[in-house]
């Protein structure tokens, strides 16, 4: 898998009491680890930000996370992605600078990274929930998707079945679009990977701006962690109607769903779910007489 994974040597320590146990207590092996390493995006000359993540689908990381930012919205806004010239210290390019240009009439941000996409920046809730509605471009609430619940208590399953990262390492989130057809089904549109979870919806985000989706209607973004406000904030921002998670959400994330009208479910774990925001759009089956 080139520079996702990467092969270390550990000592693994035994401890079950079993015979093999006792007479070697200590074993060498080789693991695969996922691979971290920071990627820095620039506007132009502007250094924007800095993100730790997992090498590979850079140009959909960064063109999501310019979504997500507010900073972009339509493939149109963004005239071309490149790596920049970088080298380690054995003189092998690292990959790791991206330079978006960005069409001349988008506005750059005067600074860094904008303060209400952090969860430490030290402003209420009220304040990050504004920020992020005026920061839209879409309007989720207005999707009239209906999604049956078996459909999408079954979505963690097929997320999990397309992880193959995570298969050799145990180590990444993912993130993983459906769009639901006519008939309540669920065809996977995109899956990435990622060490961070907010990369891995960046990338599919991203994916989807390149690919002159947005918005996206009528689709659910499952994710492997939690829902956290900034997963609800890069689902709104991206017009998607419903975040799953396998995980609880936050309280903030909830609040959010709310204002945006994002459907968010959480502890989704193919017999059960709960529904924290938006359960007009989740049809259920007829009860069945006893």
Same mark, same amino acid.
């Given at each position: @898998? ?5 092969? %270390? ?33 620039? +506007?132009? !000359? ?5 993100? @730790?993540? $997992? ?5 959909? +990381? ?14 149109? *806004?963004? #005239?071309? &992605? ?25 506005? +750059?941000?005067?600074?860094?990274? %904008? ?17 992020? $509605? ?9 999707? %009239? ?5 078996? $459909? +999408? ?9 397309? *992880? ?15 769009? #639901?057809?006519?008939?309540?089904? =669920? ?31 009528? $689709? ?36 959010? =769903? ?5 459907? &968010? ?8 779910? !709960? ?6 759009? #989740? ?8």
């Amino acid at each position: @898998m080139g520079r996702v994974t990467q092969r %270390r040597k550990v000592h693994r320590y035994v401890l079950d009491g079993s015979a093999a146990a006792l007479e070697f207590p200590v074993r060498h092996r080789e693991d695969v680890l996922a691979v971290e390493e920071p990627l820095e995006i620039r +506007l132009g !000359n502007l250094s924007y930000s800095v993100t @730790m993540r $997992t090498p590979g689908d850079d140009f959909d +990381l960064v063109a999501g996370f310019l979504v997500s930012e507010g900073v972009i919205w339509d493939a149109e *806004q963004l #005239i071309s &992605l490149r790596f920049c010239a970088g080298e380690d210290e054995n003189g092998v390019q690292t990959f790791n600078v991206v330079e978006a240009q960005l069409r001349p009439d988008v506005p +750059l941000p005067d600074t860094g990274r %904008r303060v209400y996409t952090s969860s430490s920046c030290g402003i209420c809730g009220t304040d990050s929930i504004e920020a992020v $509605t005026k920061s839209s471009h879409f309007n989720p609430a207005a999707d %009239r998707l209906t999604v049956p619940v078996e $459909t +999408l208590a079954a979505l963690p399953d097929r997320l999990r079945e397309a *992880q193959a990262v995570f298969e050799v390492t145990g180590g990444v989130h993912a993130a993983g679009l459906f769009r #639901i057809g006519d008939d309540g089904g =669920a065809e996977l549109l995109c899956l990435r990977e990622d060490v961070g979870r907010h990369n891995a919806v960046d990338k599919v985000v991203g994916w989807a701006l390149r690919e002159r989706r947005l918005p996206l209607t009528n $689709t659910v973004l499952q994710v492997s962690g939690r829902a956290s406000f900034e997963l609800v904030q890069k689902a709104a921002l991206a017009g998607i109607p419903v975040l799953a998670a396998v995980s609880a959400p936050s309280s903030l994330a909830v609040e959010l =769903a709310e204002s945006t009208g994002v459907t &968010l479910a959480g502890f989704s774990r193919r017999t059960s779910l !709960n529904v924290y925001a938006g359960p007009e759009r #989740i049809s259920t089956p007829a009860p069945v007489a006893q």
